[in-house]
């Protein structure tokens, strides 16, 4: 996006947590292409990430990959502070970075609940936590959640939708208490999306198309699209808002 001639986020720097692909991926390239400088984080892809940042690189932005567990406080913390140290300052955060356990609740072990609720709720806490010291005015936080802490339509899914639904609360919060500031604090909430972890021609496919009001599943970008927009200065006056990227899977 080009406003006056200059792309809408230039000179401003993003964190995208789980970068390297999917979702986190498409955010990161679309965030650099509305003309931000890009980090982020990976765990296992090396290859991937650098990949993503090669792509940064060919539009003219900077871009690097940090390798951080984000179940590891102290890496996530570390995260941060590099970033913040590379590029001397931070203005964006995306906690997109997150895992799942599906099936019954006897089912679930013990280890399965931490690492669900380290990923998917404490680290978002704790990369905001981190970033707030170096987020002046405007600066923007962004969460990506689930159209199942909505709406749970399949059995099974109860710790995934616990991990998710608690970043509503999060993101009210943090939005009141960073309001001051002029920081906002917003939540995404993707539907079926196609990628590599969940496929628009897997196994559970059809089932989730059959609860979405389009009767497809979405694309990484189409939520790229609404984190570019919370990010920008059109969502100057939103903060504390979910919004739904779900072909209406929670309608």
Request: charged share 20%; proline share 3%; net charge negative.
């Amino acid at each position: 996006m080009t406003m006056n001639g200059t792309t809408a986020l230039s000179g401003k720097v993003a964190l995208v947590t789980g970068g390297s692909r999917g979702i986190g991926a498409a955010v990161a390239l679309r965030l650099a292409e509305d003309g931000a400088d890009v980090a982020l984080t990976y765990q296992g892809s090396a290859g991937l990430a650098e990949g993503v940042v090669a792509e940064i690189t060919a539009m003219g932005r900077t871009g690097w990959a940090v390798r951080a567990d984000s179940a590891d406080p102290a890496a996530v913390r570390s995260a941060v502070a590099a970033v913040a140290e590379r590029f001397g300052r931070l203005d964006i955060v995306v906690n997109n970075a997150g895992v799942g356990a599906v099936g019954p609740i006897e089912a679930v072990a013990f280890d399965e609940i931490d690492q669900v609720l380290a990923v998917n709720v404490r680290a978002p806490y704790l990369y905001a936590q981190a970033a707030v010291e170096h987020l002046a005015e405007g600066g923007r936080i962004v969460s990506i959640g689930s159209c199942i802490a909505q709406r749970v339509a399949f059995g099974g899914s109860a710790l995934y939708a616990t991990s998710k639904a608690a970043l509503i609360g999060f993101t009210k919060g943090l939005a009141r208490e960073l309001g001051p500031r002029g920081v906002t604090v917003n939540l995404v909430h993707p539907g079926p999306i196609d990628t590599d972890m969940n496929p628009g021609d897997g196994d559970a496919a059809d089932l989730q198309r059959g609860f979405t009001a389009l009767g497809r599943f979405g694309t990484a970008a189409e939520v790229a699209d609404a984190v570019a927009y919370l990010v920008g200065e059109g969502a100057r006056y939103v903060t504390g808002a979910e919004l739904a990227v779900d072909g209406g899977f929670a309608v």
